[in-house]
């Protein structure tokens, strides 16, 4: 149990478009999910903590007219790059809390984003 | 967020055990100590946690120093599949909305 998914896995686009991230809870439902990024041979960073039906909180210095989080429903939060550059070219993993296991945090296997 | 500090890389002979040590000479009161790793293009997973007194579970060992400035993570026997990034993290608190603030975690190289 306590499965989070992402969507898609890999995604190449042009600069200047935008770009839509899927994360997912598949069996349990997530009040809290948090969105990562990670540059090669780095660490992760958080970007944003996002909160099922209402705005997200991010984090210092990231845009959030770039990176538009929604939470609409207890097992879906999408994160959009919006505008996308090549300096956003990323890997994004999410993370949900299962109140089950309330001291784990469940990640996705991450969306690797690639901006020409 | 209190800091963590951890060697930058490590390296073990499958099948001998690895201790993986993490300082956190600022840790507060509420803060618990957790461990992640993550595996070469995946996302991190839970390893183990704790707050004051050893852990164990079926993954590893946790040994918190009885100051709590520092801990060791403890692979019994390390295997080729072990290889990954490994993150001591302090979290304040518990429950669903604690957030986890990463480190540069220690890079751990198994081999034959």
């Known amino acids: 149990g306590a499965v989070v998914s992402q969507h898609p896995s890999r995604v190449i686009c042009k600069s200047g478009t935008s770009v839509k991230i899927e994360c997912r809870s598949l069996?349990?439902?997530?009040?809290?999910m948090f969105w990562y990024r990670q540059f090669p041979k780095q660490s992760l960073m958080l970007m944003a903590t996002?909160?099922?039906?209402?705005?997200?909180?991010?984090e210092q210095g990231v845009e959030k007219d770039k990176f538009l989080i929604n939470h609409a429903s207890l097992t879906l939060s999408t994160l959009t790059v919006t505008s996308a550059h090549p300096e956003d070219s990323s890997f994004y993993i999410c993370?949900?809390?299962?109140?089950?296991?309330?001291?784990?945090?469940?990640f996705g296997p991450g969306t690797r984003l690639t901006v020409l | 967020d209190a800091k963590t500090t951890q060697p930058n890389s490590m390296e073990s002979n499958e099948e001998e055990p690895v201790h993986l040590p993490c300082n956190h000479s600022?840790?507060?009161?509420?803060?618990?100590i957790h461990w992640y790793r993550q595996l070469p293009s995946q996302g991190p997973e839970y390893v183990i946690h704790?707050?004051?007194s050893n852990v164990n579970n079926r993954m590893a060992s946790l040994a918190i120093a009885e100051d709590r400035k520092s801990s060791t993570l403890i692979l019994h026997r390390a295997t080729l599949r072990d290889a990954a990034v490994y993150y001591c993290?302090?979290?304040?608190?518990?429950?669903?909305?604690?957030?986890?603030?990463f480190g540069t975690g220690t890079r751990l190289q198994v081999t034959l």
């Open positions: 993370s949900a809390g299962n109140y089950l296991a309330p001291n784990e945090q469940f």
């Open positions: 069996d349990f439902q997530a009040t809290t």
């Open positions: 996002s909160n099922e039906g209402s705005k997200a909180t991010y």
């Open positions: 600022t840790i507060s009161g509420t803060d618990y």
């Open positions: 704790g707050l004051t």
């Open positions: 993290i302090l979290r304040d608190g518990t429950g669903t909305a604690s957030k986890l603030t």
